[in-house]
């Protein structure tokens, strides 16, 4: 059967919607372009406010410091339990000697992958949009927060987020999420909150630190931007595949969004729902169904069904 006769049905623009929305992801777009600018950005900025902070709390918690009080602990256990790792800081600015809010000179700053984002950022963006690629190709769907912004209680939401945090490692701290937090983290005395423990930073550090936490914000907001481009012209593609009934005029939009489609491959993979309700193949299955049996041995099986019902009764 030709191209043009060939009737579309669920699998055929399910299967044609997701090569679109692979051509939309991969093509090369302002939107995606900044997306990739800015996680190499965001990975340059963490790497140096880390430095910046290491700076910060080895002037408060010295090494020999803490190495004395380590050796305590080895020495006398858990009653000189006092050095942690931490990936979550509070430091304020002590060159501003009054400030009528304290907000103005002292902030959380927190490194790990969850940190909290403001606005409609949920804390587990950053996480999503920085390891997106590993998400697609563990078949799971990085852009699920992007598309439940209006409603994340649905289940459906919950499900995938669900998987997500747990690629990531996120819920048992494990994984990707232990191994980015083994390499944010720093030796801090006491252990307790880290708002209990306030650590004094120079005027220009503590700038350079507010820089890092609103590059967080603009590298999940680029992926927010892409996706939410990408999503507005999926939602076209799709009612138009709704509308259309023949695969021609399918392939059709393909070509005129320049993503050329063959139609032996897209029959090869789209499986056997493609081809099976041309007339001549649904013929044929349904033949292939009606297998001719002895009309003797049909007789004989009635019979038999026949008497253990009486019996029964």
Sequence with gaps: MTTSKLRLNTDIRKKIGSLILSHFENEKTTERENFI??????????????????TIVN???????????????????????VV???????????????????KDNSEHFNFKLDASLTGRFNDYDFAIAYFRDELKNAGLNPEINVQHQDNRSNPHHTQELDKIKKFLGINDENGIYGQWKDKYSLDVIGTSYCRSRTIACTAKEFDQMRAFKNARQVFVQSHYTWAEMIQKDMR?????LKDYKYVKDAIDLCGALGLDINENELQRTAGVSLTIYQPENLANLIKSRRVKQDNKAVIAQFKKARQSAVALN
């Design 37 to 54: 600018s800015a996680k190499e950005d965001i990975t340059t900025a963490y790497d140096s406010a880390f430095k910046i902070a290491q």
């Design 59 to 81: 002037r408060a918690y010295p090494k020999d410091d803490v190495a004395t009080l380590q050796k305590f602990k080895k020495k006398y256990g858990s009653a000189c339990d």
């Design 84 to 102: 942690a790792k931490d990936s979550c800081f509070y430091f304020a600015n002590t060159e501003i000697e009054t400030v009528e809010n304290e």
């Design 236 to 240: 076209d593609i799709t009612l138009a």
